[in-house]
T-cell receptor
Framework: QKEVEQDPGPLSVPEGAIVSLNCTYS??????FMWYRQYSRKGPELLMY????GNKEDGRFTAQVDKSSKYISLFIRDSQPSDSATYLC????????????FGTGTKLQVIP | DAGVTQSPTHLIKTRGQQVTLRCSPK?????VSWYQQALGQGPQFIFQ???????QRGNFPDRFSGHQFPNYSSELNVNALLLGDSALYLC???????????FGEGSRLTVL
């Protein structure tokens, strides 16, 4: 079993839809949770960075962490064609000096 | 403010050869990590450097080695290349006490 599980998709939605992306994990020591966006043939770009359980909002993006269920989510409101990319969840046990473990990524396509 | 820069962007090698990839971290960052991303997969942690020492290592063989220089830049060396080493090699940097990784565009290695 992988430490981090993520549905690879692809996920196709119409422009303006709310998108929900999810990951589950098995390592209860994970405390830091991240979402990255990766465009084709580019490096990952950090979208959200959260510590422990709770919600964090940044513009159209909301990240949720439920440590009791070992489940994290990223919501995208009013999705745009420019949001079409692969979304990677990632997590680590400590803040600055531990490896980050990634999911396999979910490929999202927003159709105009 | 320059982000993480990597070179070369693309390269082709044959089995058994050796390769060196280079990375300059984001300004103000002191910690550099290297990740391998195979096609359709999430990045896999190779190792992390801080204060010119390897601080943590992922599940990669000794053929993978690295170095960090006094100016925080870093190199990744891979010896005795195998076909399975074909991947996008990503460099990420962060400030030691924070886990917000910033990635470069990657070096795409093809082994023939």
């Amino acid at each position: 079993q992988k430490e981090v599980e993520q549905d690879p998709g692809p996920l196709s939605v119409p422009e303006g839809a709310i998108v929900s992306l999810n990951c589950t994990y098995s390592n209860s020591a994970f405390q830091y949770f991240m979402w990255y966006r990766q465009y084709s043939r580019k490096g990952p770009e950090l979208l959200m960075y959260t510590y422990s359980s709770g919600n964090k909002e940044d513009g159209r993006f909301t990240a949720q962490v439920d440590k009791s269920s070992k489940y994290i989510s990223l919501f995208i409101r009013d999705s745009q064609p420019s949001d079409s990319a692969t979304y990677l969840c990632a997590m680590s046990e400590s803040g600055g000096y531990q490896k980050v473990t990634f999911g396999t990524g979910t490929k999202l396509q927003v159709i105009p | 403010d320059a982000g993480v820069t990597q070179s070369p962007t693309h390269l082709i090698k044959t089995r058994g050869q050796q390769v060196t990839l280079r990375c300059s971290p984001k300004s103000g960052h002191d910690t550099v990590s290297w990740y391998q991303q195979a096609l359709g997969q999430g990045p896999q942690f190779i190792f992390q450097y801080y204060e010119e020492e390897e601080r943590q290592r992922g599940n990669f063989p000794d053929r993978f080695s690295g170095h960090q220089f006094p100016n925080y830049s870093s190199e990744l060396n891979v010896n005795a290349l195998l076909l399975g080493d074909s991947a996008l090699y990503l460099c990420a940097s962060n400030i030691r006490d924070t886990g917000e990784l910033f990635f470069g565009e990657g070096s795409r290695l093809t082994v023939l």
